[in-house]
């Protein structure tokens, strides 16, 4: 008698135990504040862009080398660049390191975009101390962009690895472009580079 009394009693307080757990795994799952319009308003966040677009842009030519993309002179053309850049997902760390993912119009015959994922960090005069792409995708159209980019993204501000999304290690169903076998990014000179074919 005594057993059949405490049995559905002792079951009630595992089933809430694992809410809990569950509750708390879900919790942990969505600390994570990415929608940049709930953290930056629309000044910031096109203050921000300008801030980058010289690092994720393309030059403005052929005969612009990247030592001179900081001249003024281009200053309209990357102004342009920044406001048709979407800012898809930002967050700040802790740290005061700033996560973002940012896409940009691709070459394409139809309307597709480029993200890139990366991170940066700020000296208290504002100024950007280092900067940091670690991936960016395949062109895509949306939403398929946005979604793939937002799980990228989150594995990237929670520290995860991002080699299983390589294009050969990702079969048939794209996420990254860059980095690959040859293409890395240098944080010293903040731009994509490739090694010598071996």
């Given at each position: 008698m005594l057993s059949s009394?405490?049995?559905?009693?002792?079951?009630?307080?595992?089933?809430?135990?694992?809410?809990g757990i569950l509750f708390l795994g879900s919790c942990t799952n969505t600390s994570y504040t990415i929608d940049p319009n709930a953290q930056l308003s629309k000044?910031?966040?096109?203050?921000?862009k300008y801030e980058i677009v010289r690092y994720f842009e393309k030059l403005p030519s052929e005969k612009v080398h990247h030592e001179d993309k900081f001249d003024t002179l281009y200053n309209s053309y990357y102004q342009q660049k920044a406001k048709e850049a979407n800012l898809l997902f930002y967050y700040k760390a802790p740290d005061s390191s700033e996560y973002f993912a940012i896409a940009k119009i691709a070459p394409s015959l139809?309307?597709?975009?480029?993200?890139?994922?990366?991170?940066l960090k700020k000296n208290?005069?504002?100024?950007?101390t280092y900067y940091e792409e670690a991936a960016r995708t395949w062109k895509m159209v949306e939403?398929?962009?946005h979604k793939k980019t937002e799980v990228l993204f989150m594995d990237f501000i929670q520290g995860e690895d991002l080699s299983p999304y390589y294009t050969k290690n990702s079969?048939?169903?794209?996420?990254?472009?860059?980095?690959?076998?040859?293409?890395?990014?240098?944080?010293?000179?903040?731009?994509?580079?490739?090694?010598?074919?071996?």
């Open positions: 009394f405490l049995f559905p009693y002792i079951m009630k307080k595992i089933l809430a135990g694992l809410c000044k910031e966040q096109g203050q921000f139809t309307i597709k975009r480029v993200a890139t994922i990366g991170k208290k005069e504002g100024k950007i939403p398929e962009l079969g048939e169903d794209f996420y990254i472009e860059f980095p690959d076998d040859r293409t890395f990014y240098n944080t010293q000179t903040r731009k994509w580079e490739t090694n010598p074919i071996q």
